[in-house]
């Protein structure tokens, strides 16, 4: 059944934009007057036969946008406020917008498409305080766009993200994630189906009730895992087996979209500052539905109010993380932040 609330257009350049309103109803019309060059993105999947995984290589990616700007500057030229003259999203206000990144990783020659998510039109909000109405959107547009990106004839895995902060490299400081479909399975993903079960529904089991949890609710539990790669990471579970966001019902999309908001929430006070922070969406493919479990993460790379963790030889060159952090302290941080 079609969505009342949602409207795709194209922009100037041929690329998709999708509003996703919080009411049906609104006109979202408003032409793209800018003049750009054809959409062609060109990046290329290469495969590395010592390591066994792929590497994508976009070179033509350099010119995009680098590091946010000052607050006023960032304001005045965001692309990602409505109705200016080089926004990508030319009505004068709305509620949701995904549309194909202007500079893909994925796409063309390479297979798979690369969307941004723009969570609300307000430069200043952030996710964490986003209203009940708007989590609903989000959550609508999350299961639209994983049920089509999904269905792609080259997509073999659709992952939804956000980044942010300066500190981990967000190059726009205007509320968004992104959505990357993949036309390969990612090495993470590969490495949890080779398991001869679904882990992840024996994880819940044993951590529901245990002391790294967070927070909780009916059908979710968010906790630090017992392995935390990260000073500060939470995992947040479906109790049941639920192998992506299309397989949640109306009620239990909102209630996964509260709880994410909360634990996003709590890594934003646990210093006296903004926490940048990361956070992935991973799913089932869509050919292994059954043997994969929906699972959302957080993580920050502060590990104290003044210092970071970079990720240097030992880590990046093995794949060996090492925590400054003990995953218990830190639950309880997060859980009476």
Request: aromatic share 8%; net charge negative; charged share 25%.
């Amino acid at each position: 059944m079609p969505d009342p609330a949602r409207t795709s257009v194209k922009l100037a350049d041929g690329r998709e934009l999708i509003y996703f309103d919080d009411v049906p109803g609104l006109d979202r019309t408003t032409p793209d007057r800018r003049v750009l060059p054809p959409y062609e993105p060109r990046p290329e999947v290469r495969f590395d036969p010592l390591t066994g995984e792929h590497v994508v290589i976009a070179a033509h990616r350099q010119t995009r946008t680098f590091l946010p700007q000052a607050d006023a500057a960032a304001r005045a030229a965001c692309p990602l406020c409505p109705g200016h003259p080089d926004s990508e999203i030319p009505a004068d206000g709305y509620h949701v917008a995904i549309f194909e990144n202007r500079f893909p990783a994925l796409g063309g020659p390479a297979g798979g498409r690369c969307e941004v998510v723009c969570f609300t039109d307000d430069h200043d909000a952030t996710f964490a305080g986003l209203p009940s109405e708007r989590l609903a959107t989000v959550a609508r547009a999350f299961a639209d766009r994983t049920r089509e990106l999904g269905a792609l004839p080259d997509v073999e895995e659709v992952f939804i993200f956000e980044n942010r902060g300066a500190e981990i490299g967000a190059t726009l400081s205007h509320p968004h994630g992104q959505i990357y479909a993949f036309p390969y399975l990612t090495p993470r993903t590969e490495r949890i189906l080779a398991q001869d079960r679904c882990v992840l529904c024996d994880i819940v089991r044993r951590e529901a009730d245990g002391e790294r949890v967070i927070a909780q609710t009916a059908n979710f539990v968010a906790f630090v895992p017992h392995a935390a790669r990260w000073p500060y990471q939470a995992q947040i579970v479906p109790r049941e087996h639920v192998p992506d966001v299309t397989a949640l019902g109306d009620a239990e999309s909102v209630e996964l979209m509260r709880l994410y908001a909360d634990v996003l929430g709590r890594f934003g006070r646990l210093y006296d500052k903004a926490v940048p922070y990361m956070a992935g969406w991973h799913q089932a493919p869509p050919a292994a539905r059954d043997r994969a479990h929906l699972w959302v993460e957080v993580y920050t790379p502060q590990r104290t109010a003044d210092k970071l963790k970079y990720l240097a030889s030992v880590e990046t060159g093995t794949g060996a993380f090492l925590n400054d952090v003990r995953p218990e302290d830190a639950a309880e941080r997060l859980r009476t932040a």
